[in-house]
Structure formats: structure tokens, C-alpha cells
């Protein structure tokens, strides 16, 4: 089985643009999550959200997401240094949810109102597979291209399902990631199922009260690990182990055991032929509503044993950032093995007495650590968790 | 590696609806074309609750995929995974969420039309109907989603990730989407709407547990030609199509028939057959293209790799090919039931 | 409002925001029990109660306070009414 190597990354951000503003914001505990300025929330319990700043470039024709995309996955394959042959050959496998739907909405309420916006946006920029067509096109990849849409777990599952093509043989190196920018749609559903906390979001605190929605998006290039040693190229961590289940339990509840999370984190391991104690950091999934910290927490004890890692939730800065949140916290993991810094969990004031791990309150850690997962636990039970090696 | 078969098929399409017998008997038969499922197609396949709480979309799935769990005669839950290709997803609930909020306020958003609002939610409602408990994929794409899912769902198989996969495509027809794909200029074509799946097992999970083998896909392989985004492309070199014969150890002149996505979009289709032309040349195998009786939608890959794996009369292995605006391209090569122990 | 006017615009959500049929809806009574896993009951699960709170918020003016435990008067339709008549009055 071949293995996998990291050799590019791509962000787009509430920080702004780019893995340097990102690294600096998650490291310092920095909190991104404010009032909302791109759409109407009148009426809504919660208004804010961590917002990508102005400043992404790329043409106003393209959608936000499409802007998001271009400028994440330009900067992860430029960090690659791949050239216009391996570009051609490489596999595309993008993580997206909404879409273009930002612009799609606004077109549909203005003619809801009876005025004439100025462009209709089409079907096909509105789709998620819209990204990858963009990206294709733009950036001259022609190997094998999908568009994963698997909800919050949307961007973890696209580095997997990467991972696979690399391993399988497949393709020499992939690009794969998550991109989502805010959307009505999102917003107000959030709000309506009482989900999303009207302050930011305080993961794995006793008294968290509901999730933050974000935006971004963000790209790894993947490559078989002797291919890369042999090219010369900078190799951030290696991808050891991968592990993709569903609850079947129910379309908004998870599994109360957390059955299908634990799967996933086993699997990981597993197939990485790790023993749990190998691991010293999870990102977790961590979006603050009272059962998935809970669900999740007692989940990683099952898997690694209470207090045998740090846990820390980057959603606490960035929020829940949709399709990209696999991806950006795929990201967040890998920067944590380079740097040997773990990020942390802002606005934790109290830790819930029941999580049994230290979750990094407020200020980074500073910590040496051989692997991290990455956990993504999407809503409905579809669960992703990432391994990642130290280079 | 493993060899991957396909043991169980289930349509709900407009003209058929059913496991392999009526597929075989569709195929056997001639029509006019039927694009839209009969309300009545649905019944005894989904229970009071899920029709009272699953769209219109989610029903066509979860429909589907329990005829081709019958078909394959394997019960729920049996450590399957699910992979469903769509290119629309649930647009009605979309509009009907967004149209809630916009008639009344906050108090207008509907809690059960969200989850529907992201395009997974096939996959959710028919994961729990059928206890599909390892992975549970869904994929976007244009034109050629059904296809595409067959193929990732092989490798999955193949490389022992997973044992069982339910894997093919659904999609809707409805009015408000067609209105917005004329106004926004995508080309015309035939669209329908349906659901398939085929079940494919690894072969010795199949043998050891006494499957009924409808065929074998013995390769498949997925890449991008170079076009504009939504554009055709000019080059019709595909790498796809040689990969797929590749690992199916079948050259171009082996291949019986082929099963194309045409649809009526006419620079679409006749791309299609200039890559089939470069592929395959000097041969010109018989096609059949699905949509002329069906309409395009995400259902038709389950249909074809179904139909060309109980094709007893074709003189060799079938490709199964997907080409979608924008290059997206999607070969498979299956072998009909009577040639898979056949080693090669 | 009387209970029974409330059973009636409760009915009504039924039908037009959780998708019941109308002769199932016109069938229920006040001792109709509402939960999934309660023997005999209707059946709803956790998002149902969701829409049934948000519809119950809209048509009655009242707000519901998400961090309080409010299951006990989800359990039959009387329970409910008597929740929502108490809601409105204190209103």
C-alpha cells in the first residue's frame, strides 16, 4: 500500500487569505466570529458568523465560493510545485454543499420582491459541482473529478477519498479540499432547528448553548510518499490512516452512543496500524451544541482512553465553516505536526466536567506530537476522521 | 484486488420499475418514452412514516435501493455501504424551504424541509432504510453522476475497503428547475427522472454466500477531458475509456456494445461519439442510449451496467460510457454473467 | 381559547407542516399521545417536535425557551393545549 504524503496546502479563511493568516489566527486563539454583514438576519436569534474578510480577488462574475475555491487551491498547488503535467494528471475531488447558492438566493429574493437583478445566475453555477468545474477548467486539471457532498463531513471526505486514489494507484497526486461561503439557506435553517448560539461558540464548555456558522474553503495536494521524497518536495505530514462510517440513525441526531464516531476513529487507526496511544492531538469535530461534544467526547475516550490526548475545537475561532470545515481543520492538524503547536479552544471559560480530555483552553500549547485525527462528524452521522503523521 | 460482480438491481424509472426480470423485460420491449415516475410506482416500498416524512427524491431512493437489496436477496444492515450519484438533488424541498421564509418570516422555515436543502439527504433517508452502515457517499456531477458513483463504488470493492456497496444515482424532474435550465441557456435535451442502484460485492463474498451473478465490472475508470466549464471539449482522446479496457485486460475490438449517455443535446452527443470513435476505432460496436426511453437522469448508470450485464446476446464485454459538458467522463467495462468465470 | 380549538389548530399544523393525512389528523383526539416510542402514539421524533414548536411559536405568538426542559407537555395532544392555553394567557 502506498503512502501518502501532504505536500501543498490551500486556505481561504475568516482570517483572510491564506495558510500564513490562518496558522497566525488559530495559533494566537484569535476569535472570528461577528456580526454578519453579507445577508439580512432580522428576525434571527443568532446573528453573527465568521465571515471571510474582503480582499479574496478573483472576477465578481465568479460566485463567492467559486472566488474561495480558486484562491485556495491556486495556493496549495503552487505550494506543491507541480507542474503543468502533473496538474494535467492529477485527481480533483472537491467537498461542497452549497454552492453558488449565495447568489442564487439573492437572485430569487429580488424577483420574489418584484425587482430585476442584474444577472441570473444558472443552474449549473449554483450546484456544488460547479467548484470542481471551475477548477478543472482554470487550473488545467484533467484526472479523475468528483464533487463529494456528504454535509458538514463534506471536506474531510474528499481528502480521503483522494487519499484512495493515491493509494489505489490511481493517480501520482491529488488536489482535494471543501469550500462553502454563507448562504441564506444555511443560516436561517441553522436558526430555525435552534442550533446556532447567539455568541460565539464555546466548544466543550458546560455551558455551551449552540454552533457558529463560518465560511472558507481550503486544499491539500496529496502525493505517494516516495514520489515526493524522490521529487524534492516539501513534505508537511504524512496522511497514515483514514476512516469514513455512517450512524443510519437518524437524518439530524447522532447515534447517542456515538457508535459510528467510534468506528471511524478505529478504522483510522486501523488502517494505519497505529495503537491508540500513538496519538497525542484531535481536532474534534467539536461544534459546540450540547450533544455532539458530549457524543464526541465520550466517543474519543472510548477509542483512546480518558485524558490520553490533548482535544481542542478550531470551530470555537473559525465556526462551523459547512463543506470546507473538513478540509480547513484537516489543515489545522497537518500545521499543528509542522509547527508542534496545538491550537486552541477559544472561549472555553468552564470545561464540562464530562469531557475527560484537556482541551486546550484559550491559549495554543505548545506540544510535540507524532500523529493528530481530525474529526469530522457531520450532521445525520456521517463520520470522516482524518490521521495524520508527523513528516 | 478484488474481482466485482454485481448482484442485484433496482429501478424506479418511468417505464420500469422493478429488479432484474423487468429490466429484462424493458429491455426485450419497445415504447414511447415515459420521463416521469408514476405516483403508484412507490407503493409497499416505503412505509406510512417515510412517506409522510421523506421528499418525493428520498422515496425514489430508498424505493430503489430496497428492490435491489431483494433482488440481490441480502437483508438490511449486512456491513453495506452506499455510494448515490445525483445532479440535481432535491430541488422542490430547496424552493419550498427558501418560499416558506420569504411568504412568513422566520416562523415560515420549515425544521423537516431543511435537512433536504443539502443534497445528501438521499443518501441519509436511504442509509437508514436499508442499515447502510459503512460508507455513504454521495456524489455531484453533471450528466454522468450514475456512472461516476458505479465507478468509485468499484474501487472501493475492488481494493477490499468495503464488501458490499449499493451504488447508483437519483434524480427528480421538476417544472421550476426546468424553467431555470432553459432561462439560463443549458442546451435541450431529453431529461427524465428515476432512481437505480446495482448491488456489487466482492466475487468471493458473492460466491460464498450463493449470489445470484448478474455480471462482472471488471474495469472502471473516471478522468476529465479539457473543455470549457459546461462547454464540450475539442480533443475526444480519452484516457478513460483505455483504462477501463486496461484493467478489464478487453481491447477496443473486444467490446459487444455500448451503452451511451446521449440525451439529445446535440453538440453534447456528438462529442460523445467522437470519443467513442477515437477509442475504439477500427471498431463500431452496436449502442443503445437509455435516455430515449427514459430521459437523462442519474438513475440510467444502475440501468445500463444492469442491462449490459444481463445482455446474453452481446458478443463481448459492454461499455458502459458517461461523457458531461465541462469533460467530466466516466468509462466502465462489464462483463455479462456468463463470461465472468471466465479468468482472463 | 378552548382546548378544543386548540386541537384544532394543532390538527391543521399536522396536516399542513409535519405531512400527516387529513383523515389520520381529523382522528385524533385529546388523549392522542404524541411521542415515538410511546405505545400507540403518532410517532413523532425529535425534528418533528422541532417543526411542531416553530409552527406552535408562529400561530400562537408564544416563544419557547429551547434551554427548558419542555418534554413533559409534548406527551398527548391535552397536554399540549394545556401548555399553549396557559402560554397565551400569561401573554
Redesign the interface.
Known amino acids: 500500500m502506498r503512502r501518502i504524503a501532504v505536500t501543498g496546502l490551500g486556505v481561504v479563511s475568516p482570517f483572510g487569505v491564506g495558510t500564513k493568516a490562518y496558522w497566525n489566527g488559530l495559533s494566537a486563539g484569535v476569535c472570528a466570529i461577528r456580526p454578519v454583514t453579507l445577508i439580512e438576519t432580522e428576525g434571527f436569534r443568532c446573528r453573527i458568523a465568521a465571515e471571510v474578510p474582503n480582499g479574496i480577488g478573483g472576477s465578481l462574475r465568479r460566485s463567492r465560493a467559486d472566488r474561495f475555491a480558486l484562491a485556495a487551491a491556486r495556493e496549495a498547488l503552487e505550494d506543491a510545485g507541480l507542474s503543468r503535467v502533473e496538474r494535467a494528471e492529477a485527481a480533483l475531488v472537491v467537498g461542497a454543499v452549497g454552492g453558488g447558492m449565495l447568489e442564487a438566493e439573492a437572485w430569487y429574493w429580488e424577483r420574489y420582491r418584484g425587482s430585476r437583478p442584474p444577472s441570473r445566475p444558472t443552474p449549473r453555477s449554483t450546484l456544488p459541482f460547479a467548484h470542481a468545474e471551475a477548477l478543472g477548467n482554470a487550473l488545467g486539471l484533467e484526472g479523475p473529478r468528483e464533487t463529494v457532498v456528504m454535509a458538514c463531513s463534506s471536506g474531510a471526505a474528499s481528502v480521503a477519498l483522494a487519499a484512495d486514489l493515491v493509494a489505489d494507484g490511481v493517480v501520482a497526486t491529488a488536489l482535494a479540499g471543501g469550500v462553502d461561503a454563507l448562504t441564506r439557506i444555511c443560516f436561517m435553517g441553522f436558526n430555525a432547528l435552534k442550533l446556532l448560539c447567539p455568541e460565539p461558540c464555546r466548544p466543550f464548555d458546560r455551558d455551551r448553548r449552540g454552533l457558529s456558522i463560518g465560511e472558507g474553503a481550503a486544499f491539500v495536494v496529496l502525493e505517494d510518499l516516495e514520489r515526493a521524497r524522490a521529487r524534492g518536495a516539501r513534505i508537511y505530514a504524512t496522511l497514515a490512516g483514514h476512516g469514513m462510517t455512517t450512524d443510519a440513525y437518524h437524518v439530524t441526531a447522532p447515534h447517542p452512543d456515538g457508535e459510528g464516531m467510534v468506528r471511524a476513529m478505529a478504522t483510522a487507526l486501523e488502517r494505519a496500524r497505529l495503537a491508540p496511544k500513538a496519538v497525542g492531538y484531535a481536532n474534534a469535530h467539536g461544534t459546540a451544541t450540547p450533544q455532539n461534544d458530549r457524543i464526541e467526547a465520550r466517543a474519543i475516550r472510548e477509542v483512546f482512553g480518558p485524558g490520553q490526548l490533548l482535544v481542542s475545537s478550531t470551530k470555537s475561532m473559525i465556526g462551523h465553516t459547512m463543506a470546507a470545515a473538513g478540509a480547513l481543520e484537516a489543515v489545522a492538524t497537518v500545521l499543528a505536526l509542522v509547527h508542534e503547536v496545538v491550537p486552541p479552544t477559544a472561549n472555553l471559560e468552564t470545561p464540562d466536567p464530562d469531557v475527560a480530555f484537556d482541551c486546550v483552553p484559550r491559549v495554543a500549547r505548545e506540544a510535540p506530537v507524532e500523529y493528530a485525527i481530525s474529526n469530522s462528524f457531520g450532521f445525520g452521522g456521517q463520520n470522516v476522521t482524518l490521521l495524520f503523521g508527523r513528516a | 484486488m478484488a474481482r466485482v460482480v454485481v448482484t442485484g438491481v433496482g429501478v424506479v424509472t418511468g417505464p420500469v420499475t422493478g429488479g432484474r426480470e423487468h429490466v429484462r423485460a424493458f429491455l426485450a420491449s419497445s415504447g414511447a418514452p415515459v420521463v416521469s415516475v408514476r405516483s403508484s410506482a412507490l407503493d409497499g416500498l416505503v412505509d406510512e ?1 417515510e412517506a ?2 421523506l421528499s418525493r427524491i428520498c422515496q425514489l431512493s430508498v424505493a430503489a435501493a430496497r428492490i435491489a437489496l431483494a433482488d440481490a436477496g441480502l437483508g438490511p444492515g449486512a456491513g453495506l455501504g ?1 455510494v448515490i450519484g445525483a ?3 432535491d430541488v422542490r424541498s ?1 424552493i419550498a ?2 418560499d416558506g ?2 411568504r ?9 424541509l ?2 433536504n ?5 438521499m443518501a ?2 436511504t ?2 432504510a436499508v ?12 450528466t454522468v453522476a450514475g456512472e ?1 458513483a458505479i465507478a ?1 463504488a468499484t ?2 470493492v ?2 477490499g ?1 468495503t464488501d458490499a456497496v449499493l451504488a447508483g444515482g437519483v434524480d427528480e424532474f421538476d417544472s421550476i ?1 426546468a424553467e ?2 432553459a ?4 442546451p435541450s435535451e431529453t431529461r427524465g427522472e428515476g432512481a437505480g442502484f446495482v448491488l456489487l460485492e466482492s466475487l468471493d463474498v458473492a460466491e460464498a454466500r450463493g449470489a445470484r451473478v448478474l455480471g462482472e465490472i471488471a474495469g472502471a ?10 462547454g464540450v471539449g475539442r480533443d475526444a482522446a480519452s484516457r478513460a475509456i483505455a483504462a477501463a479496457l486496461d484493467e478489464a485486460g478487453a481491447t477496443s475490438g473486444d467490446v459487444g456494445r455500448v451503452w451511451v449517455s446521449a440525451s439529445g443535446d446535440g453538440p453534447r452527443d456528438r462529442w460523445e461519439q467522437a470519443i467513442l470513435t477515437e477509442a475504439l476505432r477500427p471498431a463500431r460496436p452496436p449502442q443503445t442510449a437509455l435516455a430515449s426511453r427514459t430521459g437523462r437522469h442519474a438513475g440510467l448508470g444502475a440501468l445500463a451496467v444492469a442491462a449490459a450485464a444481463l445482455d446474453d446476446a452481446s458478443g463481448g464485454p459492454a461499455l458502459v460510457h458517461a461523457v458531461a459538458r ?3 467522463h466516466v468509462a466502465l467495462v462489464v462483463r455479462n454473467r456468463g463470461r465472468h468465470t471466465h479468468d482472463v | 381559547m378552548d382546548p378544543k380549538e386548540v386541537l384544532d389548530e394543532l390538527r391543521t399544523i399536522l396536516v399542513t407542516r409535519l405531512k400527516f393525512d387529513q383523515r389520520r389528523a381529523a382522528d385524533m383526539t385529546l388523549e392522542t399521545t404524541l411521542p415515538k416510542g410511546v405505545e400507540g402514539s403518532i410517532g413523532l421524533d425529535s425534528l418533528d417536535f422541532i417543526e411542531l414548536s416553530i409552527a406552535i411559536e408562529e400561530r400562537f405568538g408564544i416563544v419557547m425557551d429551547e434551554s427548558q426542559d419542555l418534554t413533559r407537555h409534548f406527551l398527548s395532544f391535552d397536554t399540549l393545549a394545556r401548555f399553549i392555553t396557559a402560554r397565551t394567557e400569561a401573554a
Do not use: C, H, K, Q
Not at chain 2, 412568513?104 to 423537516?112: C, M, N, T, V
Not at chain 2, 475508470?221 to 459546461?230: E, G, H, K, N, V
Open positions: 412514516t409522510r416524512r452506499l445532479e440535481f438533488g430547496t424551504f427558501v421564509y420569504l412568513r418570516g422566520p416562523g415560515g422555515l420549515s425544521a423537516l431543511f435537512p436543502t443539502v443534497m445528501n439527504t441519509a433517508a442509509a437508514i442499515t447502510a452502515r459503512e460508507l455513504s457517499l454521495t456524489l455531484n456531477a453533471p461516476l468509485r474501487a472501493a475492488r481494493a475497503r428547475l431555470l435550465l432561462d439560463g441557456g443549458a475508470s473516471w478522468r476529465a477531458i479539457r473543455a470549457r466549464p459546461y465541462g469533460g467530466t
